[in-house]
């Protein structure tokens, strides 16, 4: 009997106890809040997003991870248009409290200016002793004291009457002025979605350009972006650390030297991740210097790395060849670092060493290995040579700027 009742409980624990849902089982469905709406689907995406994050080693989950994005954003949008609608109906409302009450007081203020004068000559003239002369009898001398005191009670009715419908229209203007300020916010935010909204389905199409759709090609492309951030991170812990450094930013008739250390942005995320610009951001760096040469002396590291579309779908922390900041497009292409120095321009240089690791310098003149460097990494890197840091050997990658 004992052995029979231990068996019951344990299927009904089978049945009633939920099974643990892993992230692989949810990330890998298309939609997993499919049939869900309102603020019931903007939870259960948001909450696949959080549980997705990490876990997008394969091209259908990335994509399934983008879609979920997109659905969200979507979402959130729809939940912005109601409350905007909302609120554009309460200020309609409201406007029109304020007119009416606008209107009584108008009323209202133009009975009061013409009793208060009134009011104002029946109590000078009034004489208490006149009143009892002229009075016939006492009932006559009761009528007209009550009669003042009518009057000066129904003067005070309407001046407390006067006085709410005052405090209530500032209450209502009050009021719509703060409602108006709530939609201004939630417009702002719905332009903020859309434009969200509109670089989530960039990306996913630049993803799958970038892949052309195949697993092969996006496990390609994804060992490479890490192998690169990997390297990075390895050069600035084989350099001391990536320690944050002040005022290294020098502006000349060539451009802007900055260092990606600097602390206007070392402790930044690159393209949030769990990368900063200050231990892995020397190609950001880099390209923003060239961007300073180029005419565009407002550009930053941080100029770059606020648009996630300058980076790659597949690896956010992966910098794209083609890049847009300060409304023009840039595209690295390979190139021969004396022929474009002879021809004044510069060049990006990206550097391998044998342990691993990887960094991204600007060459600005100079030829045949007697080079000057803008080195984005060490401190005040601006115009110092090549050859006293590095050799033409760990050169690997060589570009120029379109």
């Given at each position: 009997m004992?052995k029979i009742?231990v068996i019951?409980?344990l ?12 992230a692989?089982d949810?990330c890998?469905?298309t ?7 309102g603020?019931?689907?903007?939870s259960?995406?948001?909450?696949v997003?959080?549980t ?6 394969t ?9 979920n ?6 979402f ?10 909302s609120?554009t109906?309460?200020?309609d409302?409201?406007?029109k409290e ?5 209107q009584?007081l ?6 009061l200016q ?8 029946r109590q000078?003239n009034?004489?208490?002793l006149e009143t009892i ?15 003042i005191?009518?009057?000066?009670q129904?003067d005070?009715?309407?001046f ?7 405090d ?9 002025e ?5 939609q201004?916010?939630a417009q702002?935010?719905?332009?903020q ?15 799958l ?15 490479q972006?890490?192998?690169?951030l ?6 600035a812990?084989n350099q ?6 002040s ?5 000349d008739d060539?451009?802007c ?8 942005w ?9 990368y900063t610009l200050?231990s ?16 565009h ?10 648009n996630?579309?300058n980076f790659?779908?597949y ?5 794209n060849r083609?890049?847009?900041?300060d409304?023009?497009?840039t ?7 004396d ?5 004044n321009r ?6 391998r ?9 600007v ?6 290995g ?16 090549f ?16």
């Open positions: 004992k009742f019951v409980v299927l009904v624990a089978a049945f009633v106890v939920p099974r643990d849902i892993h692989d949810v890998a469905l939609d997993p809040c499919a049939g869900q709406s603020d019931a689907a903007v259960c995406y948001q909450n997003i959080d997705c994050g990490k876990v997008r080693d091209l259908s989950s990335q994509i399934n991870y983008l879609n994005q997109i659905q969200l954003t979507t959130q949008i729809q939940s912005i248009k109601k409350l905007i609608d609120l109906t309460e200020i409302q409201l406007a304020v007119d009416n009450l606008e009584m108008l009323k209202q203020t133009e009975l013409k009793r208060v004068p009134e009011s104002y000559k000078t009034v004489n208490t002369l002229f009075s016939n009898n006492l009932f006559d001398l009761i009528q007209k004291v009550q009669y005191k009518k009057v000066q129904e005070w009715r309407l407390a009457v006067y006085k709410k419908t005052q209530n229209y500032n209450e209502r203007k009050i009021k719509r703060t409602t108006k300020t709530k201004q916010a702002k935010d719905y332009e979605k859309n434009a969200q909204l509109a670089q989530q389905k960039q990306t996913k199409d630049l993803l350009a970038q892949t052309n759709g195949q697993e092969v090609i996006y496990q390609q492309l994804l060992t972006a890490k192998a690169q990997a390297g990075f991170s390895s050069f812990s001391g650390g990536a320690t944050i450094l005022n290294q930013t020098v502006c060539w451009g030297y900055y260092n990606q250390r600097d602390s206007q070392g402790t930044v995320a690159l393209n949030h991740t769990q200050a892995d951001g020397c190609l950001v760096t880099s390209m923003a210097m060239i961007y300073t040469h180029l005419g002396k407002n550009v930053t590291p941080l100029t770059i790395n606020s996630p579309l790659a779908a690896y956010p922390a992966f910098l083609t890049i847009v900041a409304g023009m497009t595209t690295r292409i390979a190139a021969a670092i022929s474009e120095l002879n021809a510069p060049v990006v240089v990206g550097m060493y044998g342990n691993g690791d990887t960094h991204f310098i060459l600005i003149s100079g030829s045949s007697n080079y000057t460097m803008n080195d984005p990494f060490i401190p005040n890197g601006h115009k110092i040579a050859k006293d840091y590095y050799s033409l050997g760990s050169v690997y990658e060589i570009d120029r700027i379109n």
